[in-house]
């Protein structure tokens, strides 16, 4: 599912760049450039984020489709 419309970013690219250390917004927004243009995308990256924290996935329903 494609998180970010902007940067062509999808869940899942996201998802490999958390788990590869970018686990604070600033650091996943600077290794991806998600959320650096219209930021409609900013509530489901905190979204991955929160889950990634929690150490559960959420459901693709907690996640916003940008543009869908
Ligand atoms: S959808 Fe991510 S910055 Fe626009």
């Not at 490999?16 to 686990?23: D, K, L, Q, R, W």
């Not at 604070?24 to 900013?42: I, Y």
């Amino acid at each position: 599912m494609i998180i970010c419309m902007c940067k062509a970013l999808n869940e899942r690219q996201l998802r490999e760049t958390i788990e590869s250390g970018a686990t604070c917004f600033d650091t996943l927004q600077m290794e991806t450039g998600v959320s650096t243009c219209c930021g409609a995308c900013t509530d489901s990256v905190h979204a991955l984020l929160a889950g990634h924290a929690g150490g559960a996935g959420l459901a693709a329903t907690e996640l916003r489709r940008v543009g869908a």
